[in-house]
T-cell receptor, first 110, second 114 residues
Framework: TQLLEQSPQFLSIQEGENLTVYCNSSSVFSSLQWYRQEPGEGPVLLVTVVTGGEVKKLKRLTFQFGDARKDSSLHITAAQPGDTGLYLCAANFGNEKLTFGTGTRLTIIP | SAVISQKPSRDICQRGTSLTIQCQVDSQVTMMFWYRQQPGQSLTLIATANQGSEATYESGFVIDKFPISRPNLTFSTLTVSNMSPEDSSIYLC???????????FGSGTRLTVV
């Protein structure tokens, strides 16, 4: 069974600070996605990374895919209250199914 | 991306009863996926529903408890049968239109069993 561990599990920071969320697996994945979920909604896709070492930027969010394709990170610069939510990484391990990480619940304090 | 309508959005049910959740997609899709999200936790895949064939269930989930229908390429239902308080969760359907490049989710059904 492939597992995706996210850290930290909970994070509460002040508006304007920077943060990094990590997603790690013991197995290689073929692609990895990051989602954000807000209360009462389903997860919404932020980005997909498929190439080892790949870096993608989405405004203040920077996503990195590890060279060994077993880890990823999400860095947020100058966090804003609108960034509050549950952040989930999700990986495809070479089949049709998506395995979700354990989740990071982020709270940005105004 | 696809638009998914899921209903009901929430329900409170008596133990021992069953609830059917509906998922309607605005595009034809081969596979639809049903997930469970227990309070404060991540998503766990229940089953994959292909049109015209039996659903494929993940370890720990069985057809008698979670029967799934997939009558056409835009619609699926998940039934939570003989409910107990442990079934209280958010249930989500999703589709992958572009082949592993990102899933679209319904807004979920928040189920409380009392």
């Amino acid at each position: 069974t492939q597992l995706l561990e996210q850290s930290p599990q909970f994070l509460s920071i002040q508006e304007g600070e920077n943060l990094t969320v990590y997603c790690n697996s013991s197995s290689v994945f073929s692609s990895l996605q990051w989602y954000r979920q807000e209360p009462g909604e389903g997860p919404v896709l932020l980005v997909t990374v498929v190439t080892g070492g790949e870096v993608k930027k989405l405004k203040r969010l920077t996503f990195q895919f590890g060279d060994a394709r077993k880890d990823s990170s999400l860095h947020i610069t100058a966090a804003q209250p609108g960034d509050t939510g549950l952040y989930l990484c999700a990986a495809n391990f070479g089949n049709e199914k998506l395995t979700f990480g354990t989740g990071t619940r982020l709270t940005i304090i105004p | 991306s696809a638009v998914i309508s899921q209903k009901p959005s929430r329900d409170i049910c008596q133990r021992g009863t069953s609830l059917t959740i509906q998922c309607q997609v605005d595009s034809q899709v081969t596979m639809m996926f049903w997930y469970r999200q227990q309070p404060g936790q991540s998503l766990t895949l229940i089953a994959t529903a292909n049109q015209g064939s039996e659903a494929t269930y993940e370890s720990g989930f069985v057809i008698d408890k979670f029967p799934i229908s997939r009558p056409n390429l835009t619609f699926s239902t998940l039934t939570v049968s003989n409910m107990s308080p442990e079934d209280s969760s958010i249930y989500l359907c999703s589709v992958d239109l572009a082949g592993r490049s990102g899933y679209t989710f319904g807004s979920g059904t928040r189920l409380t069993v009392v």
